[in-house]
């Protein structure tokens, strides 16, 4: 899913593209696509683009006589920039939007069909679709703090819920964990005042310095490869290869539809995190420790070793 550094990004190449051009006409190809009833989407039709500007992980368009578009990409939804009239691709296309300045096409690669689109006027109607979560960007320690401490949750899962933060969602989660070095299950209220500081340190930074690299990436061009998982990062999506910081190899955990990235030995002390699944599956067997688990995967390696030379052997003899 498109999170905040991709959702911004996207809103600054479309405020290059879009702001003070009209919204001629809006092509409709999905049926599922469009979730509000009144007032209806060809009075946005005609209408001068104000604004464009995030709220979570949506994309709103301020349209002049206070009319609002507001996207939500969920997880396979994209945007495509190309020129005036452009046809709705067949398969994944769901929309296009004409403005004189260009097409906007969106798309999504799932059957799923999530993404969504709203027509509202007035300010209110947008605001009842902002979960309510702090924008980390702006978020001083204090009420990051207090956000982060007023319900008892894991440090993943209260960064990933929209309405305690602002647009983070799993991969970028996994990145501001790494770098903060805290555990993904570690209790929100256990927390030390010190550790909430260095995750209100590393939010910031890791939101701002990938915003930075997408920027500097597209450059002038429209961005066209979003993806939540980048081989720049740390640890999202990089199980079992090294951690850029130690060199242990990255776990993973999965719970639900989701996972959970880590270095053990830069975040947990050299723990290893409990996969619900695997955990119960293994018993007694899981290992505890990146010590136990790097041990049991020698000796896996030995024994896998030793049946090869022995199935060569059996080769060679039937040879003869």
Not at 148 to 155: A, I, K, M, P
Not at 184 to 197: C, G, H, I, Y
Request: aromatic share 6%; with cysteine.
């Amino acid at each position: 899913m498109p999170e905040l550094p991709d959702i911004e990004v996207y809103v600054k190449h479309l405020g290059a593209r879009i702001a003070g051009a009209t919204l001629e006409h809006v092509r409709v190809a999905s049926p599922f696509l469009v979730r509000s009833f009144e007032p209806p989407l060809s009075g946005a039709e005609g209408r001068r683009v104000e604004n464009v500007r995030r709220i979570g992980k949506r994309i709103v368009f301020d349209l002049e006589s206070d009319w609002h578009i507001v996207l939500h990409l969920m997880i396979a939804g994209r945007l495509r920039w190309r020129s005036r009239g452009t046809t709705i691709p067949g398969r994944l296309g769901l929309a296009a939007f004409d403005f004189t300045s260009g097409t906007l096409i969106l798309t999504e690669a799932s059957t799923r069909r999530r993404a969504s689109l709203h027509v509202l006027r007035g300010e209110s109607a947008v605001g009842a679709l902002d979960p309510g979560g702090l924008e980390p960007l702006s978020a001083d320690l204090a009420a990051f703090e207090a956000a982060l401490r007023r319900e008892q949750h894991t440090l993943k899962r209260a960064l990933t819920d929209p309405h305690i933060f602002s647009g983070i969602g799993n991969a970028y989660s996994d990145e501001i964990l790494w770098r903060a070095r805290l555990s993904p299950t570690r209790l929100t209220r256990a927390a030390t005042a010190e550790e909430v500081a260095r995750l209100h340190d590393a939010a910031r930074s890791t939101l701002s310095d990938w915003i930075a690299r997408l920027m500097s990436e597209t450059g002038d061009a429209f961005p066209e490869q979003v993806t939540a998982f980048r081989k720049e990062m740390a640890v999202h999506g990089r199980f079992r290869l090294p951690c850029p910081a130690c060199g242990a190899p990255i776990q993973r955990i999965r719970y639900a539809q989701n996972e959970a990235n880590y270095c053990a030995r830069c975040q947990t002390g050299g723990r290893l995190l409990a996969d619900r699944a695997l955990s119960r599956l293994m018993g007694r067997d899981w290992p505890k420790t990146l010590d136990e688990l790097e041990e049991s995967r020698g000796v896996h390696e030995k024994v896998g070793e030793r049946s090869r030379e022995l199935r060569r052997g059996r080769a060679r003899t039937r040879q003869r």
